[in-house]
């Protein structure tokens, strides 16, 4: 690699929403690397609670503090994606053992694809039991996650958990 060229990381994921925990990797991750790509993984077979272009929107705001910090979407490999931005490392976080088991399995086959390396990290103990869909399941039932997602977030959800919910009385 050429001294002068930045170093670059991809911090892939659904992000459906962003967390506090998703936020704390991207920040220590944006303190080690030159630049931090944030890739929001487009899945057309899995319909998501908020649409791309919203999972996209809130990276970017909550991240606005980070100014090497930047926001993109792709379809298909992350290997390919990776390739087309001139990344050689994704940036993973690690809650827990349980997501040891398929975090190893990914980060070989993406090596084994193209030599893409995968760097694990502990995610902070605050945020270790932290998952988008937990957040979803607890907003959809009425209970607080403002502890655990930035305030906009929380705001986005509660919009969204209403747009969706039926009204009474037609
Ligand atoms: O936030 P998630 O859902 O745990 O992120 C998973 C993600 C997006 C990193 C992973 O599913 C992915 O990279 N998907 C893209 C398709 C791909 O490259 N699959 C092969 C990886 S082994």
Request: hydrophobic share 40%; proline share 5%; aromatic share 8%.
């Amino acid at each position: 690699m050429n001294v002068s060229e930045p170093r670059r990381v991809v911090c892939p994921g659904s992000f459906d929403p962003v967390t506090n925990g998703h936020l704390d990797i991207i920040g220590r991750a944006s303190r080690l690397y030159d630049e931090v790509i944030v890739a929001v993984l487009v899945n057309e077979s899995k319909h998501g609670l908020f649409t791309n272009a919203e999972r996209m929107r809130m990276l970017s705001e909550v991240t606005s503090e980070f100014p090497n910090v930047r926001v993109d979407s792709f379809r298909g490999l992350l290997v390919d994606f990776c390739r087309d931005q001139g990344v050689r490392v994704v940036v993973r976080g690690l809650r827990a053992v349980t997501d040891f088991d398929y975090e190893l399995k990914m980060a070989q086959m993406n090596f084994g694809l193209s030599g893409l390396e995968t760097l694990f990290m502990p995610t902070n103990p605050l945020y270790s039991f932290l998952s988008s869909s937990l957040i979803k399941d607890v907003a959809k039932w009425g209970g607080d996650v403002s502890p655990h997602v930035p305030a906009l977030v929380a705001e986005r959800l509660e919009a969204k958990l209403a747009e969706l919910r039926p009204r009474d009385g037609g």
